[in-house]
Nanobody
Framework: QVQLVESGGGLVLAGGSLRLSCAVPGRTFSGYAMGWFRQAPGKEREFVAS????????DIGDTVKGRLTISKDNAKNTVYLQMNSLKPEDTAVYYC????????????WGQGTQVTVSS
């Protein structure tokens, strides 16, 4: 079992920035990748970004490319989502996820953290 604990959400004005964190407490993460998804009210969950845990290869969703970046700190077992130039349409619950093997589904999910961008 992999527990994921998110933090860093909140309310921000359009154009502002936030940094989300997702930690794996109490153990060393040894899976394939960690990532971020988001879900806005009335919409399906959307892929935001992912990063491979060993090589650091990143994948960024088309709707956020150029504004959001993903990074990791292996020593802290933590992945970050830096969000810049935020727009009201970025308002959603952001979920951290972990994938243990490359061709597996995203196996583990955090509880989610709310990001609200006001215009």
């Amino acid at each position: 079992q992999v527990q994921l604990v998110e933090s860093g959400g909140g309310l921000v004005l359009a154009g502002g920035s936030l940094r989300l964190s997702c930690a794996v407490p109490g153990r060393t993460f040894s899976g394939y990748a960690m990532g971020w998804f988001r879900q806005a009210p009335g919409k399906e969950r959307e892929f935001v970004a992912s990063i491979s845990w060993r090589g650091g290869t990143t994948d960024i969703g088309d709707t956020v490319k150029g504004r959001l970046t993903i990074s990791k700190d292996n020593a802290k077992n933590t992945v970050y989502l830096q969000m810049n130039s935020l727009k009201p349409e970025d308002t959603a619950v952001y979920y951290c996820a972990a994938k243990l093997r490359e061709n597996w589904n995203w196996n583990y999910w955090g509880q989610g953290t709310q990001v609200t961008v006001s215009s």
